[in-house]
Each structure stands twice: as C-alpha cells, then as structure tokens.
C-alpha cells in the first residue's frame, strides 16, 4: 500500500499569499495518477486536480498542481477567503487507492 | 447538474446493520464506477468500496471484506451499502462518489455512529 504523507500539517497564511502543499507518496505513483481536494468545513470533498496536473471543471486557475514519482505539489497562487480549508491528496496509480492525512490552510 | 444524495445513516450498536442508499442524477449512472468513502470525525477520507458500471465487479479496503456489501440498481438510478457487525471504528461519515479512479463527484455524506 502507498502511503501519502502530507506536509506541512497547517499552513497559516494570509488572504493574498501563495500557499505551497506537498503529497510525497511511499513508492512512485504510477503514470503520476494523483489527485488534489479541497474540504471545507462540514462540506464534502472538491475534485481540484487529477493526473497531477490538471484541474478539474470550473476550478479557477489559481490552483496548480505538478510533480510526478514520489513528489507532488499544490500550489495556491494567491489565497481567496474562500480556500481556507483542508486539502487532501490521493493516489490511484495503484490498488488499495489511498489518501494523505491532509495539510489545512488557516487564516493567518 | 450531477448529484448525489445519501440517506440511511444513523445511530446503531456494535454488531447491528444499516444500509446507505445513494440515488443519483445528472448524469448516466449506469455508465459509470461508483464508489463509497468514509471519514471518521476529525479524520482523513478512505475509500471503502467500489462496483462496477454492471455490477459484475466489487472491491473492498480490507477492513469491511466480509461485513459490507456495496451494490446497485441501475434502474433506479442508485447505490447501496450495506453494513453489517457494525464496530466504533466504523462510525464515520459516508460518501458516495462518482469513481474515475479519482473520485469527480461527491454527496454531502451520510454520518454512521456506532456506539452503545
């Protein structure tokens, strides 16, 4: 099993601020088949990103994700309000699917 | 639009059952993988199930092989668990979600508690 490991645990950031997430995963991810959501309070998970790269309908292009193999990364350009939350990364290169612990992003 | 809407959750004791159903619209369910994700509170997400657009296919985390039944009527346009020998480590929230190996589309979830 491919365990995700996220850091960092919290981010405190101001409105206005890039925000850098990373997802490094126990062995490779194959075909760089891992995915990025967002989780607001006492709402379900978001799609943001798949395939490492690329966002999902209607994401705003502020969200950016890249890596590949072992190191991953979500990238926030400039925080709205609204992206404080928690974020969660998940590989599906290979079987059981697993998630990361996830890194929430606080207003600073 | 594509939606999702669990229901069937609820309140049981250790060693009972409870069936989450998922009806879904927006979208062809018949065509799809579907699966359920649960978090516990405070917790990180883990998948649970999946099943396969005809249903001839299902795959389970370990921990519920033996205890949970994922299933589906494509005629209704709807998903299913069903949880038996329930545990406190089952209490969660339950999702269900549209399975593209990622999960595309999610309910707002059904919360499962397990106590006595």
């Known amino acids: 099993e491919i365990v995700l490991t996220q850091s960092p645990g919290t981010l405190s950031l101001s409105p206005g601020e890039r925000a850098t997430l990373s997802c490094r995963a126990s062995?490779?991810?194959?075909?760089?088949?891992l995915a990025w959501y967002q989780q607001r309070p006492g709402q379900a998970p978001r799609l943001l990103i798949y395939?490492?790269?690329s966002r999902a309908t209607g994401i705003p292009d502020r969200f950016s994700g890249s890596g590949s193999g072992t190191d991953f990364t979500l990238t926030i350009s400039r925080l709205e309000p609204e992206d404080f939350a928690v974020y969660y990364c998940q590989q599906y290169g290979s079987s059981p699917r697993t998630f990361g612990q996830g890194t929430k992003v606080e207003m600073k | 639009e594509v939606q999702l809407v669990e229901s069937g959750g609820g309140l049981v004791q250790p060693g009972g059952s409870l069936r989450l159903s998922c009806p879904a619209s927006?979208?062809?369910?018949?065509?799809?993988?579907m699966s359920w994700v649960r978090q516990a509170p405070g917790k990180g997400l883990e998948w649970v199930a999946n099943i396969k657009p005809d249903g001839s296919e299902k795959y389970y985390v370990d921990s519920v092989i033996g205890r949970f039944t994922i299933s589906r009527d494509n005629a209704k346009n709807s998903l299913y668990l069903q949880m038996n020998s329930l545990r406190a480590e089952d209490t969660a929230m339950y999702y269900c979600?549209?399975?593209?190996?990622?999960?595309?589309?999610w309910g707002q979830g059904a919360l499962v508690s397990v106590s006595s």
């Open positions: 979600a549209r399975d593209l190996s990622y999960f595309d589309y």
């Open positions: 927006g979208f062809s369910f018949s065509n799809y993988w």
């Open positions: 395939v490492a790269s």
């Open positions: 062995q490779s991810v194959s075909s760089s088949y």
